[in-house]
């Protein structure tokens, strides 16, 4: 796996999983996966917490929450 850090874009890739194929910006690694979060306009900021293996980088954000 790549190595991710806080910053990293990454697409939700199980179609199992309720977000798919939602895009996160990540806020947080961890030894099972991410914490990461998608700013939604007027409505404030929803945070996910997704598993290793079900999710792939994509890229890296520009801008990232503080």
């Given at each position: ?29 961890k ?21 290793n ?11 990232v929450?503080?």
């Open positions: 796996m790549k190595k991710l850090q806080k910053g990293d874009i990454v697409q939700v890739t199980d179609m199992e999983d309720e977000w798919f194929p939602c895009l996160l910006i990540i806020d947080e690694v030894a099972w996966g991410i914490q990461g979060y998608v700013s939604v306009p007027g409505s404030g900021t929803a945070y996910y917490r997704i598993a293996g079900k999710f792939e980088k994509v890229g890296t954000a520009t801008i929450m503080e």
